[in-house]
């Protein structure tokens, strides 16, 4: 008879002996094994994992050490290489590359069936070649009134907020933001800006989700146990849910929407502008009989959840960097009220984006915004395939994971002189070809951002308006706040949120 000790030490060992061959193989009998690195994260995930989880969001920062000291191709866990050089960006992220999106990092998001987290280039081809239209330039010129509506919504509100108050900008930008992005894809928005303060609970349920992400990347089985949770469920527990509540709600009235249109795609004609369902959910494409088909409802539900989480986030933080960027620098600031008071005089007149992209100026910080915002900081993985690869001389066999975080563009020096500092006036020489090279807070290549035209409406657009329309003070907040963030796939600033007071401005 075994007695119990050995019946539970029996599969202990048996677990450790696996461990302990795997290690030995990474080590010595990887393909990988010859590639500098530190010998922890070769050996095994747990030197991954110990930086996001532990550190929470520090990997990044230990990958730009680590780089120091062993050169621009590095491995950075068992199957995963890292690069730091602008060559090796443009292989893995070049319009003409085949590498696929990880499943590990893109299923964390739990959207399943969206654009965003599609791997099989295939499928993702359809889908993009369906929604592309309704993003493209022509599209948002068509549409640029229900951005506008928004903006002027802003404004005012700005405007109307108690004066003894300080505004919290975080919140405010992304109540914009998540104002435009579901009116624009939903014909309906969240109402973000009406909120008290701006404290609306679909951004902050963003947040939250930002900051537990690398917890469903290795856990990911919590989320879509969440999401199964029958909705009668739901109803009955989700006082207790907090913010989740929120984002539950969303998902409830967007569910209400798709399955209207899926029962009768002719209420699509009482809507005030075209949306995403006109794309998406079509019976019939070039005429009678050329059936195409329909995406499932999980399918729909994703890609609309994406679209405002993907739309709102990054655009408000562009916002809030930008905003804080220029009032911090008095210079920066009468430059850029000067020129916007010079092409817009009577700040009663309505202007459009077709004037603000033609401002130097603007663009000039709106580019320095981008650039030390990032867009997305994590290291977007791709897997290399069909077939190996050659990067930076190093042979990459097929399914290696690699990437490399656009902040080692965006903080080169050799391109960008003090690149830690906002200074538009980089922009303002006659050639900035190589910088824009450099610069790719949307990513580059076949997965690079879909919303991109629409991105730079929004901030030409609420940008122009806010230095035109408005003085603002910064209340409380300074540089450092700003000096460090944590990747946590989007940039997370550590420091105090920036507030201002804000007024009308005089003339
Ligand atoms: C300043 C604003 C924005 C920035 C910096 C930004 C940045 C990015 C980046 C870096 C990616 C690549 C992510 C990855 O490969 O994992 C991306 C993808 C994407 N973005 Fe944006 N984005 C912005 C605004 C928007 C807007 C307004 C929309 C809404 C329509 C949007 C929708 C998407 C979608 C659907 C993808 C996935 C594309 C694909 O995989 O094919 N983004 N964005």
């Given at each position: 008879m075994f007695s119990t000790t050995v019946i539970l030490a029996a599969p202990c060992a048996g677990l450790l002996l696996l461990e302990l061959g795997t290690v030995c193989y990474n080590l010595f009998f990887h393909p990988l094994r010859n590639v500098p690195g530190p010998k922890m994260a070769a050996a095994t995930n747990l030197y991954k994992i110990y930086y996001d989880l532990i550190i929470r969001g520090g990997l990044l920062s230990q990958i730009e050490k680590l780089h120091k000291r062993?050169?621009?191709?590095?491995?950075?866990?068992?199957?995963t290489l890292h690069f730091s050089d602008e060559k090796a960006y443009y292989q893995i992220y070049g319009a003409s590359s085949t590498f696929t999106k990880d499943p590990?990092?893109?299923?964390?998001?739990?959207?399943?069936?969206?654009s965003f987290t599609m791997t099989d280039p295939e499928t993702h081809r359809h889908r993009t070649q369906i929604i592309n239209p309704f993003f493209s330039r022509r599209a948002i010129?068509?549409?640029?009134?229900v951005v506008q509506d928004k903006v002027d919504k802003f404004i005012s509100r700005l405007i109307n907020h108690?004066?003894?108050?300080?505004?919290?900008?975080?919140?405010?930008?992304?109540?914009?933001s998540v104002d435009v992005i579901t009116s624009y894809v939903l014909g309906q928005d969240f109402q973000a800006m009406d909120a008290e303060y701006f404290e609306h609970p679909f951004p902050l349920g963003i947040q939250r989700q930002v900051h537990v992400l690398w917890v469903w990347k290795y856990f990911p089985f919590i989320l879509p146990t969440v999401m199964a949770i029958p909705e009668r469920i739901m109803d009955l527990i989700s006082?207790?849910?907090?913010?989740?509540?929120?984002?539950?709600?969303?998902?409830?009235?967007v569910i209400g929407h798709i399955d209207k249109y899926l029962a009768d795609e002719k209420a699509l004609e009482g809507v005030d502008h075209e949306i995403i369902w006109h794309h998406l959910i079509r019976k019939e494409k070039g005429g009678v009989g050329n059936a195409?088909?329909?995406?499932?409802?999980q399918s729909l539900l994703s890609e609309a959840l994406i679209l405002t989480q993907a739309g709102s986030d990054t655009v408000g933080n562009t916002c809030y960097l930008a905003t804080f960027y220029v009032l911090n620098n008095p210079q920066v600031y009468a430059t850029l009220k000067e020129e916007l008071r010079k092409a817009w005089p009577d700040m009663d007149a309505n202007i459009g984006m077709d004037v603000l992209e033609k401002l130097p100026y603007l663009n000039a910080v709106l580019k320095e915004s981008l650039r030390l915002g990032h867009g997305v900081v994590t290291p977007l993985p791709r897997v290399v395939g069909p077939g190996s690869a050659d990067i930076l001389g190093v042979h990459v066999p097929a399914g290696t994971v690699v990437s490399m975080g656009v902040t080692f563009l965006h903080y080169d020096e050799r391109v960008f002189l003090h690149p830690y500092e906002f200074k538009p006036e980089r922009?303002?020489?006659p050639d900035t070809s190589e910088m824009e090279h450099y610069l790719r807070p949307f990513s580059n290549g076949?997965?690079?951002?879909?919303?991109?035209?629409?991105?730079?409406?929004?901030?030409?657009?609420?940008m122009g308006h806010v230095f035109r329309k408005l003085d603002l003070k910064i209340h409380n907040t300074t540089i450092d706040d700003f000096k460090e963030f944590r990747e946590l796939f989007v940039p997370s600033f550590e420091g105090r949120p920036f507030h201002a007071f804000v007024e009308k401005a005089s003339a």
């Amino acid at each position: 008879m075994f007695s119990t000790t050995v019946i539970l030490a029996a599969p202990c060992a048996g677990l450790l002996l696996l461990e302990l061959g795997t290690v030995c193989y990474n080590l010595f009998f990887h393909p990988l094994r010859n590639v500098p690195g530190p010998k922890m994260a070769a050996a095994t995930n747990l030197y991954k994992i110990y930086y996001d989880l532990i550190i929470r969001g520090g990997l990044l920062s230990q990958i730009e050490k680590l780089h120091k000291r062993y050169g621009p191709v590095m491995r950075i866990a068992p199957n995963t290489l890292h690069f730091s050089d602008e060559k090796a960006y443009y292989q893995i992220y070049g319009a003409s590359s085949t590498f696929t999106k990880d499943p590990e990092l893109y299923s964390c998001f739990a959207m399943n069936g969206s654009s965003f987290t599609m791997t099989d280039p295939e499928t993702h081809r359809h889908r993009t070649q369906i929604i592309n239209p309704f993003f493209s330039r022509r599209a948002i010129i068509e549409l640029e009134g229900v951005v506008q509506d928004k903006v002027d919504k802003f404004i005012s509100r700005l405007i109307n907020h108690p004066k003894d108050r300080a505004i919290n900008m975080f919140w405010a930008f992304r109540c914009a933001s998540v104002d435009v992005i579901t009116s624009y894809v939903l014909g309906q928005d969240f109402q973000a800006m009406d909120a008290e303060y701006f404290e609306h609970p679909f951004p902050l349920g963003i947040q939250r989700q930002v900051h537990v992400l690398w917890v469903w990347k290795y856990f990911p089985f919590i989320l879509p146990t969440v999401m199964a949770i029958p909705e009668r469920i739901m109803d009955l527990i989700s006082p207790l849910l907090g913010t989740l509540a929120a984002s539950l709600n969303v998902r409830k009235q967007v569910i209400g929407h798709i399955d209207k249109y899926l029962a009768d795609e002719k209420a699509l004609e009482g809507v005030d502008h075209e949306i995403i369902w006109h794309h998406l959910i079509r019976k019939e494409k070039g005429g009678v009989g050329n059936a195409v088909q329909i995406p499932t409802r999980q399918s729909l539900l994703s890609e609309a959840l994406i679209l405002t989480q993907a739309g709102s986030d990054t655009v408000g933080n562009t916002c809030y960097l930008a905003t804080f960027y220029v009032l911090n620098n008095p210079q920066v600031y009468a430059t850029l009220k000067e020129e916007l008071r010079k092409a817009w005089p009577d700040m009663d007149a309505n202007i459009g984006m077709d004037v603000l992209e033609k401002l130097p100026y603007l663009n000039a910080v709106l580019k320095e915004s981008l650039r030390l915002g990032h867009g997305v900081v994590t290291p977007l993985p791709r897997v290399v395939g069909p077939g190996s690869a050659d990067i930076l001389g190093v042979h990459v066999p097929a399914g290696t994971v690699v990437s490399m975080g656009v902040t080692f563009l965006h903080y080169d020096e050799r391109v960008f002189l003090h690149p830690y500092e906002f200074k538009p006036e980089r922009w303002l020489v006659p050639d900035t070809s190589e910088m824009e090279h450099y610069l790719r807070p949307f990513s580059n290549g076949p997965r690079m951002c879909l919303g991109q035209n629409l991105a730079w409406a929004e901030l030409y657009l609420i940008m122009g308006h806010v230095f035109r329309k408005l003085d603002l003070k910064i209340h409380n907040t300074t540089i450092d706040d700003f000096k460090e963030f944590r990747e946590l796939f989007v940039p997370s600033f550590e420091g105090r949120p920036f507030h201002a007071f804000v007024e009308k401005a005089s003339a």
